[in-house]
């Protein structure tokens, strides 16, 4: 098996705006197999590096529906990862928190979303599976369901607040490139 910590591992995570984050992933077919069996290592790999809690396909320039998710900060890793997710369910109860993303850095904002949802998909054996889930997954997964229908987590937000993280993101791109 592959090493997923060694740096050739590492897939290069898209900054907002590139086009594909704005994209509508396709769904995974049964002749993405080999593609989907290689990239899962390699997105656990840039996940943890980076280091964030979920990273979907698109975010690494790959427009299918698939997502890594791992919320534990220690050496207990516990991925979850999702083929197709659908969120089948929310609560109409809903809250805000901070949220962040590896493809915007640096850039926070308060999002209000549901705060529990009911989500379907395949796994890695290609299984389906549903989690119901509440607070930090709860959020989690509908930011990554979110990356796979081309909307990023200041979609979310007013036009004037994301404008603004929105610049403020192209400046410190622009400063860390000069």
Known sequence: MTDIFAPDAL???LIAPDPVLRRTARPVGDGDADQVRALIPRMLASMYHAPGIGLAAPQVGVSL???????QRDEQREPIILINPEIVARSSETEPHEEGCLSLPGQYADVVRP????????DEAGARQEVAAEGLLARCLQHEVDHLDGVLF???LSALKRNILLRRLAKAQRAKEG
Do not use: G, P, S
């Open 65 to 71: 529906r698939l997502a890594v998710i791992d919320l």
């Open 11 to 13: 897939l290069r995570i």
């Open 115 to 122: 705060r529990a949802v009911t989500v379907r998909y395949l």
């Open 154 to 156: 200041v979609d979310h």
